[in-house]
């Protein structure tokens, strides 16, 4: 991103606050600032949720690994937070159940703390983790946060459980604990939906070139990125919620010194052929201390994943290497008792975090806590976001706003808290009824798509399908359930613009559409809405 110059308009408007970024952390302090009275305005120079934020391991998690880091605050922060969201969007978010297999041989990453201290106290452990350790952290996971939804831990016979059948013979006890999964890239553009409802300006394949304060505001230089048209906005407060770009948007974009670096940590996953028959998510522990996932996915796959390494350049795109898929397939094949092969792979999706660079010795050890630095060098004040977990967005968003808070005359306080997204307001354990609601109600619906469109949309998917009698009535069908009308539903509402944001980040139908059915997705899209063609070669399964 370097220094630009380029003719500026003149500026059409003032905000009270401008957001660059539009994944998870932009799009959630978007959302609490306009619901403070604040006027917002964002820009998110691709899609939204087109980097880090789609490319999450989709939970809603405490971080039980993090107790090992000794990061209590972070992980209790996490553990409240996971029932917090779950009212909120119980449509894209569900409680889930994950069982970790336990065997003698089990180590530590070597940097953490608590391997550290156990090799001092313990040494005769050599590195293991002993049953009597994940059972107290197992503990300390259920009571951190004030459980009320999900249950607490506990243990499983594998010999003679469902759970043990796909594991080899040697994994004869597991724990079973909660967490909860997540829609990753929904839950940003529902958080962008409901912004813009409260009255801020979401501009999507829109870049920021320049900010510069001028006098006690910001002057703010955007690029419409499909037809290069310029135009300028004046801001009270700036927010850079970049992601992987935060420091390229502080040194290039905005031009101020700042000591605060971020650290790119790439994960990768894999997607499978369905692995498993069960609804519940496995936690593996390899020999390299390092741990993994392997999660039940859109009902007839399964998500593995993720891998730590450092990643240089935040504008050369992730990718799963070989080495790390296979890494994972290895990973992954010391506890099932088929091997995972490259050939069980139908897709791989790789992300880059970026964490706050706190001099960690490697990208696994890298602090997952977000870093909020206030750069006050002028009247108008500038919030650069560093780091963060999905499961703490919100917290995160009203963090911001606290920061903020002094720049502004008495926002209203905090808000989000349990307040539904689009499409949520009904109960944690209201899916069943409402997938049986959209059946009586639209009789050529079967159980897939009713149940693909609300774990989607909600009480939205009836407002979607409207008074449709049959499915021709939902107008052209281009495979996998998809219809114009869900196709103009999230045009006009979710911001997608091109087939990749539909079947690969508001969906995952992509996995079961042919690459000319996306094809000519892209050409309805680009005829009715003038959205750009889709690269093909990235946006297709690996």
């Known amino acids: 991103m370097g220094a630009v110059s380029v003719p500026t308009p003149k500026a059409t408007h003032t905000v009270d606050l401008f957001v660059i970024g539009g994944g998870i952390n932009g799009c959630g302090i978007a959302r609490d600032a306009a619901g403070r009275g604040l006027s917002v305005e964002l820009a998110e120079m691709n899609d939204l949720a087109s980097a880090t934020s789609s490319a999450s391991t989709k939970l809603f998690h405490g971080g039980l690994r993090y107790l090992e880091y000794f990061e209590m605050r972070l992980v209790r922060e996490a553990l409240i937070e996971r029932e917090t969201l779950l009212r909120a969007m119980p449509h894209i978010s569900w409680p889930m159940r994950f069982v970790l297999p336990y065997h003698k041989d089990m180590r530590f990453e070597g940097e953490t703390p608590t391997s550290k201290l156990l090799s001092v106290i313990m040494p005769w452990t050599r590195g293991r983790r002993p049953a009597w ?31 043990g059948k796909p594991l080899k013979d040697k994994y004869r006890k597991a724990y079973e604990y909660s967490d909860c999964w997540i829609e990753d890239s929904r839950l ?68 101020v010194n700042a000591t ?101 010795t490697s990208a696994t050890a890298a602090t997952r806590d977000y870093v909020l630095k206030l750069e006050t060098s002028g009247p108008a004040p500038l919030l650069n976001v560093f780091g963060g977990k999905i499961t703490t967005y919100r917290k995160l968003a009203e963090a911001a706003m606290a920061r903020l808070a002094p720049y502004f005359d008495k926002p209203d306080g905090q808000w989000t808290a349990g307040v539904a997204l689009p499409g949520g307001d009904f109960a944690v354990d209201g899916v069943a009824t409402l997938v049986d609601n959209l059946q009586e109600n639209y009789a050529f619906l079967d159980d897939f798509w009713a149940k693909r469109l609300v774990r989607a949309y909600g009480t939205d998917a009836a407002v979607i399908l409207g008074g449709a009698k049959s499915a021709e009535d939902l107008g052209q069908s281009f495979g996998a359930t998809l219809t114009e009308r869900e196709i103009d539903w999230l045009m006009d509402k979710e911001y997608a613009r091109r087939a990749e944001d539909v079947v690969w980040r508001r969906s995952k139908l992509g996995l079961r559409m042919s690459k000319a059915e996306i094809e000519a997705l892209d050409v309805w899209m680009t005829k009715h809405k003038g959205g750009g063609p889709v690269d093909l070669s990235t946006a297709m399964p690996t």
């Open 133 to 163: 350790l994940i059972r107290l952290g197992l503990f300390l996971y259920d009571h951190l946060g004030g459980r009320k939804i999900l249950p607490a831990t506990s243990t499983v016979d594998l010999t003679m459980a469902p759970e």
């Open 260 to 360: 605060e670096g971020v650290r790119l940590v790439r994960g990768s996953h894999i997607v499978t052929r369905k692995l498993f028959d069960h609804g519940k998510c496995y936690f593996f522990q390899g020999q390299d201390g390092r741990i993994i996932f392997a999660i039940p996915y859109e009902t007839d796959f399964t998500l593995i994943g993720t891998t730590d390494s450092d990643h240089e350049d935040p504008n050369a795109k992730p990718e799963c290497t070989p080495q790390e898929a296979d890494y994972l397939c290895n990973f992954a094949s010391e506890y099932f008792r088929k091997p995972v092969t490259r050939e069980d792979i139908i897709w791989t999706y790789s992300g880059v975090r970026p964490l706050y660079d706190d001099g960690a």
């Open 188 to 255: 940003v553009a529902l958080n962008a939906r409901d912004a813009e409802a409260r009255g801020a300006v979401i501009n999507t394949r829109t870049k920021v070139v320049s900010a510069e304060r001028d006098g006690a505001l910001w002057q703010i230089v955007l690029e419409d990125q499909d037809t290069a048209q310029l135009r300028k906005v004046h801001a009270r407060a700036l927010v850079n919620a970049g992601g992987p770009w935060v420091e390229n948007v502080i040194r290039n974009t905005v031009r």
